[in-house]
């Protein structure tokens, strides 16, 4: 049944690649677990694959692609998700995509990045050999809950998982640290110890600041941003796990960036990658699409930071004062891959980042409510819902020797890059 719903699957993302419907990155495999629930678990059966799955709110697209070039550079052969299609319909398809017409998997890693509701639900499918989780953060509210709805999911479902899966957490998160509680398996770390990268106090849009273990609050010796840093309870004695080797190179800017990277380090020594062959895939390594892609337009360069949520947000805007951005644009969009909820932008703290930025550019669907939270924060700006005007202006406006910084939602990312490369990408 597998292999002949591997080859509908391929005849359906063939269909659609060539009426320009799609890279077939979902539909392919939303079919085949429409006629067969069970297709992933089949599929991945007999196969001498690796599995890596990848889950939180922030960083798995860009820490999946870091992944994936140390392997490919230490001589693996490695596929990996689209991102944006992290649901179970999307992994469905990825594998038919990189399954023989008879259904087998050749090659030795598959790495897939998952939506926060469709962790468990593939758990419950199979048992992966890395379970990587990054943070968890406040994000689009309406579809998935508060963060410790979905902890409490996760936690269940981690603790059904057998010792054959290594476990590797964020340690700085005091969340996603706690998921070790119950898991029988080998569980590694990672974290930062670096404080030129700490802030003084918390966000605005701090989670996560009281012990998962008796409800005090949390206590901070240092914090990097959110509620991520070094963390302990002074009334029992939970507190951050030690930390894995420390790594000193990072390809991309920002701290999250550094979580991100730690993060695919670790995983990759663990599979038994040495250092040197990391070091040389991190000098090489090129951003995946929407984060801190650099694209040249007229003779001048355009980086994309994907900013889907409060905290994502915030590490933008502090990434982009630090590079000293003089020319932004704000592209707020409330579809079904944002949420349709757009209130989360007054968690931003807008006020403590662009009061030096020269030009500040406003687009998207929801381009007043954005223009309404910068008028608050009593800075001037241009606004305007067509993206493609808006964006056309900006880019005018930007000196050649400055960069146009744009940091978008979701399906606003898309946009932005369809505009400015003229191709969609899912």
Known sequence: MAKILVGIGKLISSVSRLLNLGHGSTWP?????????KFIRQVLKNSRLKVILIAGTNGKTTTGKLIKTILEKAGYSVFQNEAGANLLNGIASTLIQNSTGLGKIEQDFAIFELDENSLPLLLNEITPDYLLLLNLFRDQLDRYGEVDTISRKWRKAIEQLSNGTILILN???PQIAYLQTDFKGKVLFFGLNDKSASTKSHQHAVDSVYCLNCGSKLTYKTIYFSHLG?????NCSLARPGLAEAFSFYPLSGVYNKYNTLAAVLLCRT??????TINSALHEFSPAFGRQEILSVDGKNIQIFLSKNPTSFNESLRTVKKLKGKNILLVLNDRIPDGRDVSWIWDVDFENYISKIKHIFISGDKAYDMALRIKYAQISFEVDGNLQKVMHKAIAQTYPTETLYILPTYSAMLEVRKILTGKKIL
């Open 29 to 37: 495999g939303h079919v085949a677990l429409l006629l067969n629930p």
């Open 171 to 173: 340690a700085d998160d």
């Open 271 to 276: 599979i038994g990658i040495d250092s040197k």
């Open 230 to 234: 070094d963390w302990k309870c002074t």
